[in-house]
């Protein structure tokens, strides 16, 4: 029988690759050419309408219905011009992938010459049937109709032939079923609650909008060898394979030169990615080898998380050409460092100041001082609902798994930062003095020069102040950013909310309103500071310090997902008008559901390639070694042959040990896993999955790693390490 493996290498030995060749070369020629950008919209609508239009998106108001068949019919010009025949709502369905169903613009309404029509109502309102995608328990199957609606404010793009339309996605009773429905309620409460802060400072500003840059990481595998992987293909991840003797110890590939067969795949998935207006600037090689980045321009955040969405699609289709498979998986091998997704953060005026900026105006930097102490509360209140929204099957094997940030959740602000709110605590309580407010804002107003030559960035935690925006570095790599991002908006929006109360509680008397701020930074200093840690986040210290300092640390996922059905969570996101509690337990449902399948997929997969692969390959090789030992008996006697034989006799028991202990523990998780699909509720099955089989994982594969070192390579059917990460 032909090994796979091998088959998979012979293939990839013939391969030829080009030399890299700029191809593409400048990007304002063909950027967004595949957008339905405002500058396009305006040549397609009269004024008057393209006024109306920027006027709803900037008001926030609805766009009537005159007005969405104008916009239809100018989108329909312009997307036929451009070949598509097609049209379809793009939405993000609580599944993390995003969903399309395309419908030809073809209309028998109309004559012979004209038979392509898309309305204003086609544009505004679609009823996919919504049954197959996750709605945790809002949608009855007798309900099964589910409405996605438009969002003007992310522009329609084409895809192969097809114009695609942002929407979101909600139930037939309006309940959110998908990710932008909440995350742009949640920009909705944060610019309420932050303009009335910044027109304390600022009359001007009126809206505030939220900023999200995110850092996607990701690994390339070469697609033959992936395909002779079941447990890659099927979960994503490599569920066995011993350490490649070298993989990343060396650190030679972090920064490293791009490999040329990469280069031409990333030339080409950056291509297609502006063309659709993505503004991807930053490509790098990442720590693991295989293990690549890729980074945008920050963007509006509603805008940002489409883009992201996005591009995850792209890579994957781009790939294909290039005979690569993407892994976005939070840790396809162990041993070497897994993928995050890093969202930068930050929240932006319309009158263009970025409020986690300290600038060069002196009077400013009070205003940035508030945001950055409000940002440090809003994670010390919000911690454990935080973390909610990043952890998955996948993150779990990063989160305090001695590599990337911890699942202790604290904020790192820097030397420089510390050294002022440390100050600030330390003022009086009542009566600050003329003297000692003076002193304090000197030093405020020093803060830009003080973080420039602050370079003390540090890498292991999971919420960093990076000099202009926070850096939310626990998010998962294969997760929708809109997850975290609607909790930090919201957490944030509370407690702007709070702090805008207290603040003009206080005013009332006439005091003076820097001194009432500071007063009031102190106190919000004094009660989150047990959030800030400015050490290694990776130590086993920390962990400990953590505890005594109260934060919690919740690595389990069934465990951290309760956050989202808690009594705090609740009224936090119905205060906002973000989640009702109905759509909370939806969340929280559709999330031990997809935590539940995957461990489930997992552990059959793990399950049929211990029983199926790996056990007959190992009893094949111990063959071999049983007949040569019969071999050395015909030809050697005495103390030869105890001599030539015993080392493999040694090798024979091994394998038979680690087969028996592989056969043994797949069965015990076979029960595990029994009693997980036949509890009674979600919940306990979740926490089966979590604590009785997927304790299994690690065990059995302990074993088949060992076996892979014994056994012969060129039986082994499942590509190793070494193949997988080192790219030809
Ligand atoms: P690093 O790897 O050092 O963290 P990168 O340059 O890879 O930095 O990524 C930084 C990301 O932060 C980019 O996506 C960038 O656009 C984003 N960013 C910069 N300023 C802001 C801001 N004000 N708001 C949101 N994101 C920002
Ligand atoms: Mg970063």
Redesign the pocket.
């Known amino acids: 029988m032909p090994n796979i493996r091998f088959k998979a290498l012979e293939q990839i030995m013939q391969d030829k690759f080009e030399p890299v060749t700029a191809k593409y070369q400048k990007v304002s020629e063909y950027f967004a050419r595949a957008v339905f950008t405002h500058e396009k919209m305006q040549n397609y609508l009269s004024q008057k309408a393209y006024d109306e239009f920027q006027q709803s998106i900037q008001q926030n108001t609805p766009i009537n219905e005159q007005l969405a068949d104008q916009i239809a019919s100018a989108m329909k010009g312009w997307a036929m011009e451009q070949g598509a025949t097609h049209y379809t709502h793009w939405f993000q369905p609580l599944n993390g992938a995003t969903a399309e169903k395309h419908d030809a613009f073809i209309d028998f309404a109309g004559d012979h010459d004209n038979l392509e029509r898309f309305s204003g109502k086609l544009l505004v309102q679609q009823e996919p049937d919504a049954s197959s995608f996750p709605s945790g328990g809002m949608r009855n199957t007798f309900e099964a109709r589910g409405y996605t609606g438009w969002d003007p404010t992310s522009p329609a793009f084409i895809i192969d032939g097809t114009l695609c339309i942002p929407t979101v996605f909600i139930s037939y009773k309006g309940d959110s079923l998908d990710f932008k429905t909440p995350l742009l309620k949640s920009q909705r409460a944060i610019s309420e609650a932050a303009s009335k802060i910044c027109q304390l400072f600022d009359q001007n500003v009126s809206q505030v909008k939220v900023?999200?840059?995110?850092?996607q990481e990701y690994f390339l595998v070469d697609e033959r060898l992936y395909m002779a992987r079941p447990d890659l293909h099927l979960t994503g991840r490599t569920l066995m394979g011993h350490a490649s003797a070298k993989d990343q110890q060396m650190e030679d590939h972090y920064f490293g030169s791009i490999p040329s067969r990469v280069m031409t795949f990333i030339q080409d998935f950056e291509h297609q990615a502006h063309l659709l207006g993505i503004p991807v600037k930053?490509r790098h090689n990442e720590v693991a080898p295989g293990q690549f980045e890729c980074?945008?321009?920050?963007e509006e955040v509603n805008l940002a998380v489409d883009h992201n969405q996005l591009v995850m699609d792209l890579m994957k289709k781009v790939a294909r050409k290039h005979k690569f498979r993407v892994l976005l998986h939070e840790k396809p091998f162990q041993g070497v460092n897994g993928s995050g997704k890093?969202n930068?953060?930050?929240l932006m005026t319309d009158t263009g100041i970025?409020l986690l900026s300290p600038g060069k105006v002196p009077g400013k930097n009070l205003m940035f001082l508030s945001f950055l102490v409000n940002a440090i509360s809003a994670v010390y209140h919000n911690a454990d609902i935080l973390r909610s929204s990043i952890v998955s099957a996948g993150n779990q094997h990063r989160l305090g798994a001695n590599e990337a940030p911890p699942a202790i959740i604290s904020v790192f602000i820097g030397q420089e930062l510390t050294r002022i709110l440390n100050q600030i605590a330390d003022s009086p309580e009542k009566d600050l003095s003329d003297e000692m407010s003076a002193k304090i804002q000197l030093n405020i107003a020093n803060i830009p020069e003080l973080l420039l030559d602050n370079t003390d960035r540090n890498r292991t935690s999971p919420f960093a102040f990076?000099g202009?925006?926070f850096?939310f570095r626990a998010v998962g790599s294969s997760s929708n950013c809109a997850s975290p991002m609607i909790v930090l908006n919201t957490a944030m929006a509370d407690q702007l909310e709070k702090f805008y109360k207290k603040l003009s509680d206080k005013m009332k008397g006439g005091k003076s309103f820097d001194k009432v701020l500071i007063s009031l930074l102190r106190d919000e200093i004094l009660t989150s500071k047990t959030v800030l840690f400015e050490g290694d986040g990776y130590s086993d210290n920390w962990v400990k310090e953590a505890e005594g300092r109260g934060l919690t640390n919740v690595r389990s996922v069934s465990e951290a997902l309760k956050s989202f059905v808690k009594k705090d969570s609740e009224k936090l996101f119905s205060k906002h008008n973000v989640f009702t509690k109905k759509e909370l337990e939806a969340r929280y449902e559709i999330s031990l559901d997809m935590f539940i399948k995957q461990m489930q997929i997992e552990s059959r997969v793990l399950g049929d390639l211990a029983i199926n692969h790996v056990v007959p390959t190992a009893i094949q090789y111990q063959n071999i070694l049983i007949d040569n030992v019969k071999g050395l008996k015909e030809i050697l006697d005495g103390k030869d042959y105890r001599e030539m034989s015993q080392p493999h006799i040694d090798s024979i028991k091994k394998i038979s040990g680690h087969v028996k202990s592989i056969r043994e523990m797949v069965s015990k998780m076979v029960d595990a896993r029994k009693k997980a699909n036949e509890a009674e509720t979600i919940v306990k099955s979740a926490d089966i999955y979590d604590k009785k089989v997927q304790i299994w994982f690690d065990e059995i594969r302990y074993h088949i790693d060992k076996l892979e070192l014994i056994c012969d390579d060129n039986m082994w059917p499942l590509p190793k390490y070494r193949e997988l990460l080192f790219i030809r």
């Open positions: 900023t999200l840059g995110w850092e930053t980074a945008p321009m920050f890093h930068n953060w930050s970025n990076t202009n925006r850096e």
